[in-house]
């Protein structure tokens, strides 16, 4: 079992600053439905708050040739 490392920071309302293990990334939207723009692409996410069922897409950025 491996260890994790996050911590959050709220920049403004409904925009967050994730810091991990592994990089940074940004988080903008509302409780149940929000989109993450990170280092290998955007992930989006809406769930059902209280209920622990989301769905998550993730759409990867486009290697240069």
Known sequence: M????RKSIKIAPGI????GKKG?????GKRGANVTLGKTGV??????????????????????R
Request: charged share 25%; glycine share 12%; net charge positive.
């Open 2 to 5: 491996g260890f994790r490392f």
């Open 16 to 19: 967050k600053l994730n810091i």
């Open 24 to 28: 940074v990334s940004v988080s903008i």
């Open 43 to 64: 992930r989006t996410t809406v769930g059902a708050p209280g209920t622990g069922m989301s769905y998550t897409k993730h759409r990867p950025f486009k290697k240069k």
